[in-house]
């Protein structure tokens, strides 16, 4: 039963960075890695079940990823033709067809092993682009499965401000239904806690202005609210933001001017839920972040694009890992 001693570890491990702060990547990576050695773990114990047994289980463990692979890389071809028709052409829109084409590619390429001959050099090659694709994998499953989780978590208890983010406007002056979606979750939150009878939060709205649009986004997004139906008192707007660090610090500076014991809640689109929260633990925000619904063809997309920004953020360790991952591709596949 050893071979379950390092799954425990990692397990508790993951428990007690969700309990200390549920805002890191460091928890996601922690969740894989819990359930990559308990998998393994759970192989190794394969040999002692009878064999009508073994071998569906040995199927399973080899077979279905295989075709999971095949069947996400047609997926996520389909789903970048569709946000090209839907979207247009910008780069942000081609992420899921260029990862469903990149996951074409590498079978390919694997494929193409066989017909090498003795080639070393070739051989080094396909054992690097497996490792670090198979890196990224890792990292994509790991980002993917714990925001996943964080966005289950829901509002407890009552809190003085509701964040919500901006994004563009169409038209240069017109929320969009991205941004509404946030909107109308800010709005839930602030009508089930007056609900209760308790005090509401103030709806903080939070948006500069960009180049091409005519007026700062928190004061389309201010004038939605009230229109909605929101008392005008209670909403504040932070106009000068540009970015989602910036979101988050200026509308700190405001909420601690106002109360510097204050709790919050920040309102995003799911996709963007658990990126803005580890900019939130960055910028010192006292609050979790919720995840408002976006439409399904819009999701893959947008979610690679949050996966790709948080693997910048972390570009010196995991370049240092790709770089350790190539090396050790080159020992095995030229035999030094």
Same mark, same amino acid.
């Given at each position: 039963?050893?071979?379950?001693?390092?799954?425990?570890?990692?397990?508790?491990?993951?428990?007690?960075?969700?309990?200390?702060?549920?805002?890191?990547?460091?928890?996601?990576?922690?969740?894989?890695?819990?359930?990559? %050695?308990?998998?393994? $773990?759970? #192989? !190794?114990?394969?040999?002692?079940?009878?064999? &009508?047994? /073994?071998? *569906?289980?040995?199927? +399973?463990?080899?077979?279905?990823?295989?075709?999971?692979?095949?069947?996400?890389?047609?997926?996520?071809?389909?789903?970048?033709?569709?946000?090209?028709?839907?979207?247009?052409?910008?780069?942000?829109?081609?992420?899921?067809?260029?990862?469903?084409?990149?996951?074409?590619?590498?079978?390919?390429?694997?494929?193409?092993?066989?017909?090498?001959?003795?080639?070393?050099?070739?051989?080094?090659?396909?054992?690097?682009?497996?490792?670090?694709?198979?890196?990224?994998?890792?990292?994509?499953?790991?980002?993917?499965?714990?925001?996943?989780?964080?966005?289950?978590?829901?509002?407890?208890?009552?809190?003085?401000?509701?964040?919500?983010?901006?994004?563009?406007?169409?038209?240069?002056?017109?929320?969009?239904?991205?941004?509404? %979606?946030?909107?109308? $979750?800010? #709005? !839930?939150?602030?009508?089930?806690?007056?609900? &209760?009878? /308790?005090? *509401?939060?103030?709806? +903080?709205?939070?948006?500069?202005?960009?180049?091409?649009?005519?007026?700062?986004?928190?004061?389309?997004?201010?004038?939605?609210?009230?229109?909605?139906?929101?008392?005008?008192?209670?909403?504040?707007?932070?106009?000068?933001?540009?970015?989602?660090?910036?979101?988050?610090?200026?509308?700190?500076?405001?909420?601690?001017?106002?109360?510097?014991?204050?709790?919050?809640?920040?309102?995003?689109?799911?996709?963007?839920?658990?990126?803005?929260?580890?900019?939130?633990?960055?910028?010192?925000?006292?609050?979790?972040?919720?995840?408002?619904?976006?439409?399904?063809?819009?999701?893959?997309?947008?979610?690679?694009?949050?996966?790709?920004?948080?693997?910048?953020?972390?570009?010196?360790?995991?370049?240092?890992?790709?770089?350790?991952?190539?090396?050790? $591709?080159?020992?095995?596949?030229?035999?030094?």
């Amino acid at each position: 039963m050893l071979a379950f001693a390092p799954p425990a570890v990692l397990l508790l491990w993951f428990c007690w960075g969700v309990r200390q702060d549920r805002r890191q990547f460091r928890n996601a990576v922690l969740l894989g890695l819990t359930v990559l %050695s308990l998998s393994l $773990a759970l #192989l !190794t114990q394969v040999d002692r079940l009878p064999h &009508r047994l /073994a071998v *569906p289980v040995y199927s +399973l463990v080899f077979l279905v990823p295989v075709l999971a692979v095949i069947v996400l890389g047609g997926f996520l071809v389909a789903n970048g033709l569709t946000m090209v028709r839907k979207e247009g052409r910008r780069p942000a829109n081609l992420l899921s067809g260029l990862a469903g084409t990149g996951i074409f590619a590498v079978l390919i390429l694997v494929m193409t092993a066989d017909y090498v001959g003795d080639s070393k050099g070739y051989r080094a090659f396909i054992l690097a682009v497996v490792f670090v694709t198979g890196y990224l994998a890792f990292l994509f499953l790991c980002f993917l499965g714990y925001a996943f989780l964080y966005g289950r978590i829901r509002v407890r208890g009552d809190v003085d401000f509701v964040v919500m983010l901006g994004s563009g406007l169409i038209g240069g002056e017109r929320v969009p239904p991205l941004l509404a %979606s946030r909107l109308r $979750a800010g #709005l !839930t939150i602030h009508a089930q806690q007056a609900a &209760r009878g /308790a005090k *509401p939060p103030v709806l +903080l709205v939070s948006g500069g202005q960009g180049p091409d649009e005519q007026l700062p986004e928190a004061r389309a997004m201010g004038r939605w609210l009230i229109d909605q139906g929101a008392d005008p008192a209670l909403v504040l707007e932070e106009p000068r933001s540009r970015t989602t660090s910036q979101n988050l610090r200026f509308s700190r500076a405001m909420m601690e001017e106002a109360d510097e014991r204050y709790v919050c809640v920040v309102v995003t689109n799911n996709f963007h839920a658990f990126r803005a929260a580890m900019t939130a633990r960055r910028e010192g925000v006292r609050g979790q972040v919720l995840g408002s619904p976006t439409a399904s063809y819009f999701w893959p997309s947008a979610t690679i694009r949050e996966f790709v920004a948080v693997f910048w953020e972390h570009r010196r360790t995991n370049a240092v890992l790709c770089v350790l991952l190539v090396a050790l $591709a080159v020992v095995l596949g030229m035999g030094l």
